[in-house]
């Protein structure tokens, strides 16, 4: 049997091929996933207080990629739920001045009228609360939301509600817990 032997030079070029069509691969996956992140949409789930008000249903929203995640989701839930069974969490005028993510707690500070304009009742309280806790930790970054007013810390919105500490995801106040 006779083996025939490839010469250096031969070699050479046939690894040359081989690190081209590996290099063109990478750089088409990396084209292939680029432009799939770039055409797929962010989709979120925002919580709104269901007709009876006794319990929060999400609602899917379609996220803007060039556009802040955290404000968008702030701006959904003051737009209120797209459905009629639905009713909406956050009072008229609030406003996310601010938040800060820092190890998985999400610091979000809001103007005054999230408090002064808020329809009151501990139920009412509990589910505005718990619409942006349950929205925002739907994040996978996201484990736990402590809510500030201009900046302070607040002791409850309404009066039922400890605030003092940061709160998590709360399945109980969902539809179908």
């Known amino acids: 049997m006779s083996a025939k032997m490839l010469s250096a030079d031969q070699k050479r070029k046939g690894l040359l091929i081989f690190r081209i069509l590996l290099l063109t691969a990478a750089v088409l996956y990396l084209i292939f996933l680029g432009y799939n992140n770039y055409l797929l949409e962010k989709k979120i789930k925002v919580y709104f207080a269901a007709d009876n008000a006794s319990y929060l249903q999400a609602e899917s929203r379609t996220l803007d990629p060039d556009i802040d995640i955290y404000l968008q989701i ?9 459905s009629d069974n639905l009713t909406k ?9 601010d938040y800060q993510l820092d190890d998985q707690l999400l610091t979000l500070n809001f103007n005054r009228a999230l408090k002064d304009n808020h329809w009151g009742g501990s139920t009412g309280e509990r589910l505005t ?9 739907a ?3 996201v484990e736990r939301v402590k809510i500030l007013l201009e900046g302070e810390e607040v002791e409850s919105l309404v ?3 400890d605030l ?5 995801y709360n399945q109980k106040l969902t539809e179908g817990n």
């Open 159 to 161: 009066g039922h509600l």
């Open 74 to 82: 702030f701006e959904e839930l003051k737009a209120g739920p797209e």
């Open 139 to 141: 994040l996978s970054e």
């Open 129 to 137: 609360v718990y619409s942006i806790v349950n929205s925002y930790t």
């Open 164 to 168: 003092s500490r940061p709160l998590m």
């Open 89 to 97: 969490t956050i009072p008229e005028g609030s406003q996310l001045i």
